[in-house]
């Protein structure tokens, strides 16, 4: 028989409450789909609800604010405007003096004008150095 005594209840709970905040819960065609932050490309906001877009091309509505959901999200996620939210490991191109990013998937985000300093200074910093 093993002994377990390495195991103890403090390394359980903080395990657990890790790993609830890592995903985002999505209801789809009548089940719970979990969502992993590296396969989120981008999220737009709409007022109380916020499409989630993944790295397949599917599309997910949830009934959450965008700044909720940014708060369960990892530090690759940037608030580039209002209503987007973008994983800076899917930027691949930035347009128009830094007023425009464009996603691996083909969609082009906008930049709002007082937020362009800090996306710019994170993709520098993040050694996403992009040349437009």
Known sequence: MKNFTS???SNLSERTYNDSRSYISV???GRTIFLTPDVI?????EGN???IYTNTGKKYL???TLKSL??????NFMRVHKSYLVNAAYVVERLEDDRMLRLSCGKEVVVS?????EVSGMLDHSHLRISA
């Not at 490309?41 to 906001?45: N, P, R």
């Not at 004008?113 to 300093?117: A, E, L």
Request: proline content about 0%.
């Open 62 to 64: 949830v009934s959450k």
């Open 113 to 117: 004008r007082r937020k362009i300093k």
């Open 27 to 29: 209801q789809s065609m």
């Open 70 to 75: 940014a708060e369960q999200l990892n530090a």
């Open 41 to 45: 490309t981008f999220l737009e906001g």
């Open 49 to 51: 609800y916020t499409f």
């Open 7 to 9: 195991f103890n209840r």
